[in-house]
């Protein structure tokens, strides 16, 4: 039928849109691409405030990551055992499970937009930014973070049937106005980020292997440790377990596949993603992302074509 596009496809055509910009600037980071497609973030709370002069938030940790964008006034904390100030014009990026504390000027608080939210992806992403130069970090147009802080907060009232993919797009495009904004600073402050050498053995493994079987014991072997010392330096490194990781990248390289003009079969997707049994493919994907891969690619492939 005519008419305009329903709201579920415009959030996953901007999102789409989104992911492929990003995507297109690598020299950023080399594994954004990849990581893109394991974004799925839950979102936590989201709230537009202005804080009493000194209050403060102090914690050893808590659960999920933070954006604070600074629209006015001032604000500073200690993050990862280094002091910081905050501006307008400026963003606060933490990994609330690390010890943090932060706080508004005492003679020019803070009006702050904050989103926190977890989910698959946004442990790499936050590593990432903290390579480039975080926790504080410029965000990009303070019109479009506008915008898509709205949209959440209207997402959150009206809560769609849609409103996954909703919340989806618009925390994506927060987080795109962070690397915009590093963009736009250049990158004379990026560090190269740590590793280790195992667990990048094993993610070389999952990327170049991701059709064939893969157990714990196929990836410790790879990395030439035990499986238990595996996954403790594993989480360590990435957040998650070998086997977690494995399953959220096979989900999100389907995703792509998906969404592709002309697209394979969803069997011939699953195949290639390693999943042999398209009913277990079926039910692993909406585990993880919330829809089937039909209904995925029938919200994805309209939008991408226009």
Not at 12 to 32: G, I, M, N, P, V
Not at 69 to 74: D, M
Not at 138 to 157: C, D
Not at 214 to 239: C, E, K, M, W
Request: glycine share 10%; net charge positive; aromatic share 10%.
């Amino acid at each position: 039928a005519g008419g305009a596009p329903s709201a579920q496809l415009t959030a996953e055509a901007q999102l789409q849109e989104w992911l492929s910009l990003r995507a297109q600037h690598t020299y950023l980071t080399d594994s954004w691409p990849e990581e893109a497609g394991l974004l799925w973030p839950r979102l936590h709370d989201a709230m537009h405030e202005t804080w009493a002069p000194g209050q403060a938030t102090d914690r050893r940790s808590f659960f999920g990551f933070q954006v604070i964008f600074v629209l006015a006034g001032k604000g500073s904390g200690v993050y990862h055992g280094r002091e910081f100030t905050v501006r307008p014009g400026q963003a606060v990026c933490m990994d609330l499970r690390q010890p943090h504390r932060y706080m508004a000027d005492h003679r020019h608080p803070w009006e702050v937009y904050w989103v926190r939210f977890d989910g698959p992806g946004c442990e790499a992403i936050f590593r990432d930014l903290d390579r480039l130069g975080g926790p504080i970090l410029p965000f990009g147009s303070r019109t479009r973070v506008a915008e898509e802080f709205q949209g959440i907060v209207s997402a959150l009232r009206r809560r769609r049937t849609d409103y996954d993919l909703v919340i989806w797009r618009h925390l994506a495009g927060l987080i795109g106005e962070v690397y915009r904004g590093i963009r736009g600073r250049g990158l004379e402050n990026v560090s190269e980020p740590g590793t280790d050498r195992g667990a990048d053995q094993v993610i070389a493994h999952i990327r170049s292997h991701l059709a064939d079987p893969i157990s714990l014991g196929d990836l410790a072997r790879v990395a030439g440790i035990t499986p238990f010392q595996l996954i403790r330096r594993f989480r360590r490194t990435t957040g998650a377990t070998p086997i977690e990781y494995l399953e959220h990248f096979r989900i999100g390289r389907a995703r792509q596949m998906l969404g592709l003009p002309g697209a394979a079969r969803i069997k011939e997707v699953a195949a290639a993603v390693g999943y042999p049994d398209q009913a277990y493919f079926s039910r692993r994907f909406k585990a993880l992302t919330g829809l089937a891969p039909r209904a995925y690619r029938a919200v994805v492939a309209p939008a991408r074509r226009r």
